[in-house]
């Protein structure tokens, strides 16, 4: 038989499968799996009526281009639309600034591919986006994690680190973050923090890579819109690379999504994208262009608050009345996940073996660290299960807590009795 691994590119010899994916393959795999793994929409929030009607009219067989190549920048009137979409979030859009990408990891394949060289600098949240990790480590990129407070990323700890790496001769290229509801924690960058972001960049001279898939997903209790206004509304200077999705308020199986950035880099990114998919598919891109001429997005969007509102509700309620005084995590005010906090004893990844016994898996925070830390946290997301099956979930993932932290009671007893 061929050894193929001697054919593998060294990027390629690197490359890890996603944890959440492997988690995605648990629960395939075994039966009555109650999963707060993967970061999925609720299905039964999918307008399916509509998108029936749309898909019907397109395929009318009228218009051949709806199944025909187009512009690798994307479906014009679709370009009209986003434009459209970030006029309302405060930022000016010419079509030069603008395009379409088959979701937004591909936007981050293409940030990646077009700016980091093999071992250059880009920092990231701690705890940071899987999907933005694999991007920047498929290119060989030096992953460089900065710790976050309440209020997002700790900006001292990133002006220090910025210090460190430039007096050991490394350029940093770019800061990732992911303002809205981040992807692990749900945090939310706090107002004067997102301007001394922009000013530390360009004092530093690093490009911004404001990720902000879940920005529309606020919940009306404890947030506003004004919260989540994205840093590139105040970028004067070309500083910020702007990625969104129609993933998280339409349907994630469409792949639409987009970048705004600088017309030059726009230009490249284009270009890089030639060679991985010449475009976005033209049936998506139309399907979600209609969704918005007809207002679909726009209804949809006080609907999907509430609705996963109600759900992190459920999911809060529960943690609190089964777990309350073991474990700790920041409220989200948005977005589709809970960042939970262990006894530090126990390590989340260790305990995926005993969660799924009880009937339940999750994502052990590690696989959103650059280097193993905090091993006693998981991520939680609650966007997918019924809220009953919330509830139930929750118990299950106490009674798996509560016998990994007597088994390591036991442990630590049978440590301190030898002799
Ligand atoms: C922070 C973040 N960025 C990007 C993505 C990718 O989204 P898309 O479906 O548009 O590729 C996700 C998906 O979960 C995400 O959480």
Redesign the pocket.
């Known amino acids: 038989m061929t050894n193929h691994n001697q054919f593998l590119s060294r990027a390629a010899e690197q490359m890890k499968e996603s944890a959440i994916r492997r988690m995605g393959s648990v629960v395939a795999s075994a039966r009555d799996i109650i999963s707060f793994a993967p ?1 999925y929409p609720a299905p039964e929030t999918f307008p399916w009526t509509e998108f029936r009607e749309i898909a019907a009219d397109l395929l009318s067989g009228e218009d051949p281009g709806v199944l025909q190549y187009g512009p690798t920048r994307g479906h014009r009137p679709l370009l009209g639309a986003i434009a459209g979409i970030m006029s309302h979030r405060g930022i000016t859009c010419p079509a030069e600034e603008l395009l379409v990408t088959t ?6 394949d293409l940030v990646a591919r077009v700016l980091l060289d093999p071992g250059d600098v880009v920092l990231v949240e701690l705890p940071s ?1 899987t ?2 990790l694999t991007a920047f480590r498929n290119v060989q990129a030096r992953i460089i994690g900065v710790p976050q407070e309440a209020d997002g990323v700790d900006l001292a700890a990133l002006d220090a680190t910025h210090e460190r790496l430039r007096r050991e001769g490394q350029r940093v290229k770019m800061l990732y973050v ?1 303002p809205n509801f ?2 692990p924690t749900g945090l939310l960058i706090g107002l004067p923090k997102r301007q001394r972001l922009l000013e530390w960049a360009a004092r530093r001279d690093v490009l911004l890579v404001e ?1 902000d ?2 920005r529309e997903l606020y919940f009306e209790d404890s947030t506003t819109e004004a919260d989540v206004r994205p840093i590139k509304v105040d970028d004067r200077d070309g500083r910020v690379i702007y ?1 969104s ?4 308020t339409l349907a ?1 199986g469409y ?1 639409v ?1 987009w970048i705004a950035a600088p017309a030059p880099l726009v230009t490249k990114f284009e270009m890089a994208k030639q060679a991985e998919d010449l475009l976005t598919g033209s049936l998506d891109q139309r399907v979600v262009y209609e969704a918005c001429r007809r207002g679909v997005l726009e209804r949809q969007l006080p609907l999907l608050r509430s609705h996963y509102q109600h759900k992190r509700d459920v999911m809060e309620q529960a943690l609190t009345r089964e777990l309350a005084d073991t474990v700790r995590w920041p409220a989200p005010k948005g977005g ?1 996940f809970l960042w939970l906090t262990l006894p530090v004893e126990i390590d989340a990844d260790a305990m995926i073996p005993r969660a799924i016994e009880h009937g339940v898996i999750y994502v052990a925070g590690e696989a959103f660290f650059v280097d193993h830390q905090a091993a006693n946290t998981m991520r939680l997301s609650f966007s997918a299960p019924t809220p009953q099956r919330i509830e139930e979930g929750v118990s299950r993932l106490a009674a798996a807590l509560r016998s990994e932290i007597e088994a390591s009671v036991r442990i630590q007893k049978a440590g301190t009795s030898r002799p």
Do not use: E, I, M, T
Not at 103 to 108: A, D, E, N, P
Not at 245 to 248: C, E, L, N, P, Y
């Open positions: 970061g979701g937004s990891q591909q936007g981050l986006y999907g933005a992911v981040q992807n990720d898939p879940y990625l999705s129609f993933s998280k994630p792949r999504a589709f």
